[in-house]
């Protein structure tokens, strides 16, 4: 039976009509078109459908879509909703921090994530923290580099 | 992958969610940070009609301390145990076995009720809450009790929690005066992993003479155990035939399921470097292997 839900996603109220069993990847893909939310292993080890949810990030395989009404949505598209790509993502672009691209936005939210919670973050930290994040084409070293730099451009007052 | 067909019931308070439990009997589950529970719907390894939402409850989430020690809610994310400071400075090996499940996506979503009640042999945090001597609140509309945490697993997913109740706190008491914990998780495949196994210990004293030494062990047997007869060291230098007697003394308690981790062998191989290596890490006063 469907019930209506009203989400947040990326600064907008959408009122929506949900399943109990659709999950929150389900509804954004489906329902609001946000293809840059992917579904990889369907069991949160990958990380391509990472979202932040009141700023933390989450797999959104795993999350009832139900159970994440209130709560603040923001998917890559929410990054650069004005035009203008966010620094972490112009910087994925210079340091050709990826290849295929598939796994691009999970990242790019999971290192939002991480430097809004600690904005100099150890090479062990970085690493610990984007290791639920899997590249197939090992752009790992690029990735990290592209992190370093984008926390440099932050400092320095980029957004 | 798709969750078959089920419904998501909403109550708003801990005596609600049980009555809703005990209607609904083997036809529904609690469902609170939801991570295992959506896997194993999704690859339908369970399945249950009624799925009992906790997350409504409200005061379930807390990190408190005060003289009797910590209480944690059982609704607190793993995250925010692993971060709070609180936490970190109490019981750093507490911190640092929520910090070591799955990734930080998960930790963020998974909570503290959910990973204890799961009963996994494989869970990260029973080995050190073992090791605490930590208690669990168990809530139910008849009565709210308090079982040790060595009580609460019965066997493979099994645990002490009766018809209608519900995992509600973890109480920790404070760590013996001058004792060190530490947590080694070891991970046979990614980082991100089920350990192979992990080795909690506790050790009050250090190489020259052990006051009191503590094992909790996890991945070793049906359910997470404590290593019972530990007192042989007591007042005792750690040396490598003393080592050799606590390796064997875990040797025989443990009973090994042989998993994709390790076989049994390897196991048994396993525990007997990695309670050595936690035992030594601690005499040295080098928690940081």
């Known amino acids: 039976m469907k019930r209506e839900l009203a989400l947040t996603v990326n600064g907008r109220l959408a009122k929506l009509q949900v399943e109990d069993a659709d999950t929150l990847l389900e509804v954004l893909r489906d329902q609001l078109n946000l293809w840059s939310v992917r579904e990889g292993c369907g069991v949160g080890a ?62 790019i ?14 090479d062990d930290e970085v ?21 370093r730099v984008a926390q440099e451009k932050r400092r320095a007052g980029a957004t | 992958m798709t969750i078959p067909v089920f419904e998501l019931l909403r ?37 249950y009609p009624y799925l009992i939402d906790l997350q409504g409850i409200s005061g379930l989430d807390h990190i ?49 009720g959910g990973n204890l009640a799961h009963a996994d042999y494989r869970l990260d945090p029973p080995p050190v809450l073992l090791i605490l001597g930590a208690d669990l609140v168990l809530s139910s509309p008849k009565q709210t009790r308090t079982v040790p945490i060595k009580d609460f697993y019965r066997g493979l997913y099994e645990t002490a929690l009766e018809p209608g109740e519900i995992l509600a706190e973890v109480r920790v008491p404070p760590a013996p005066e001058g004792s060190r914990t530490l947590y080694l998780k070891y991970s046979s495949l990614s980082a991100n992993d089920w350990p192979c196994l992990g080795v909690a210990a506790l050790l009050k004293g250090n190489a020259k003479r052990c006051d009191e030494l503590r094992l909790g062990v996890g991945g070793l047997a049906e359910k997470p155990l404590l290593i019972e007869g530990l007192e042989l060291a007591r007042n005792e230098t750690i040396t490598d035939s003393l080592l050799d007697e606590i390796a064997r003394l875990v040797d025989e308690q443990i009973s090994p399921i042989s998993d994709l981790r390790g076989s049994e062998w390897y196991k048994r191989e396993m525990a007997r470097v990695f309670v050595k290596r936690a035992i030594c890490a601690l005499a040295e006063e080098d928690p940081h292997l």
């Open chain 2, 11 to 47: 109550p708003k308070t801990l005596a609600e969610a049980s009555e809703l439990l005990l209607k609904h009997g083997d036809d529904a589950r609690l469902i609170a940070g939801g991570t295992t529970l959506v896997i194993l719907m999704k690859q339908r390894t369970v399945y």
């Open chain 1, 46 to 107: 990958c990380g391509t459908c990472t979202v932040l949810m009141d700023g933390k990030p989450v797999s959104s395989c795993l999350v009832l879509a139900r159970r994440a009404e209130g709560r603040e949505i923001v998917t890559v598209e929410g990054l650069a909703a004005s035009g203008k790509l966010d620094v972490i993502q112009e910087t994925f672009i210079e340091e050709r921090a990826l290849q295929c691209g598939y796994c691009t936005p999970g990242f």
């Open chain 1, 109 to 122: 939210l999971s290192v939002k994530a991480l430097l809004d919670e600690n904005s100099t973050p150890t």
């Open chain 2, 64 to 112: 408190t301390a005060d003289g009797e020690g910590l209480r944690i809610g059982a609704m607190a994310t793993q995250r925010a145990v692993e971060t709070s400071l609180l936490v970190r400075r109490s019981f750093p090996a507490l911190a640092d076995a929520f910090g070591k499940i799955g990734n930080v996506r998960v930790r963020t979503t998974a909570t503290v």
């Open chain 1, 127 to 147: 690493r610990e923290y984007l290791s639920g994040n899997l590249c197939r084409c090992a752009g790992y070293g690029d990735i990290v580099r592209a992190v």
